[in-house]
């Protein structure tokens, strides 16, 4: 796995792990289409943009500061 992969795949894989319930938002029964949280509901928790969020988990922005990544480690 090679560091472009790596973060982007790290990063679905704990999202598609957590359900709203579990970082304190509203869970308002409606379908989702993927597994676990939503990239906005995450990126809002995290503090960064979703724009932002999106190219790291797509592997496109590869140099996300350590304060980037302990914000979204915390979320």
Known sequence: MNKKS????FLRMRRSQ???ADVGLRD???RRRVPGLRRDELAQLA?????YY??????LSLNASPEVLDALARA
Do not use: K
């Open 18 to 20: 957590l359900q709203p």
């Open 47 to 51: 503090g960064v943009g979703l724009s």
């Open 28 to 30: 308002f029964g409606e």
């Open 54 to 59: 999106t190219r790291l988990e797509q592997g």
């Open 6 to 9: 790596g973060l982007g795949e």
